[in-house]
T-cell receptor
């Protein structure tokens, strides 16, 4: 079975641009979460989606948005990129979004803003 | 006070010894506890989950949870050089968004 897949793997953008990151969860998983990991830190929660509805949002500005599609895949959009948005963006899937399941992470998208 | 705290290390352990990694958390509503391993340049990989007080063993790994003291630990027996990585502790709450709250990670080095 395929794991969590993310695309693209790497991305270089200029300040002020917009970026869209994509994620496909493990087959049968209905919940997708997004995390940002800055070098030397643990991942920080951005969004959780379950059955196409936003279940939670972390402490990130409105420049960050996301959505989940009927096939449970998801996109993360970041507008007006700042240098500080440079990070590894991780997608994680979970069968139900519940607290009693572990989350499986994709390989991530490394975003560099110049 | 950080929600999840770990010693950032580096923690250096000789090959074949026991590596002990610790984590404390601040929210008593935390219900699920996870250890992730992250190799340099890679994404986190789930290695242990624990939900109730006590010990949980899986191969060379043992997770320990003490909710009264609000700490969770990971023991790695017979440490191998391939265990060298950053270990992330994460917790979730039963209420609200089921987000993982991570510590900053402990960098572990196993010396041959």
């Amino acid at each position: 079975d395929a794991g969590v897949t993310q695309s693209p793997t790497h991305l270089i953008k200029t300040r002020g641009q917009q970026v869209t990151l994509r994620c496909s969860p493990i087959s049968g998983h209905k919940s997708v979460s997004w995390y940002q990991q800055v070098l030397g830190q643990g991942p920080q929660f951005i969004f959780q989606y379950y059955e196409k509805e936003e279940r939670g949002r972390g402490n990130f500005p409105d420049r960050f948005s996301a959505r989940q599609f009927p096939n449970y895949s998801s996109e993360l959009n970041v507008n007006a990129l700042l240098l500080g948005d440079s990070a590894l963006y991780l997608c994680a899937s979970n069968p139900t979004g519940g607290w009693n399941y572990g989350y499986t992470f994709g390989s991530g998208t490394r975003l560099t803003v110049v | 006070q950080k929600e999840v705290e770990q010693n950032s290390g580096p923690l250096s352990v000789p090959e074949g010894a026991i590596a002990s990694l610790n984590c404390t958390y601040s929210d008593r509503g935390s219900q699920s506890f996870f250890w992730y391993r992250q190799y340099s340049g890679k994404s986190p990989e789930l290695i242990m989950s624990i939900y109730s007080n006590g010990d949980k063993e899986d191969g060379r790994f043992t997770a320990q949870l003490n909710k009264a003291s609000q700490y969770v630990s990971l023991l790695i027996r017979d440490s191998q050089p391939s265990d060298s990585a950053t270990y992330l502790c994460a917790v979730t709450l039963i209420q609200g968004a089921q987000k993982l709250v991570f510590g900053q990670g402990t960098r572990l080095t196993i010396n041959p």
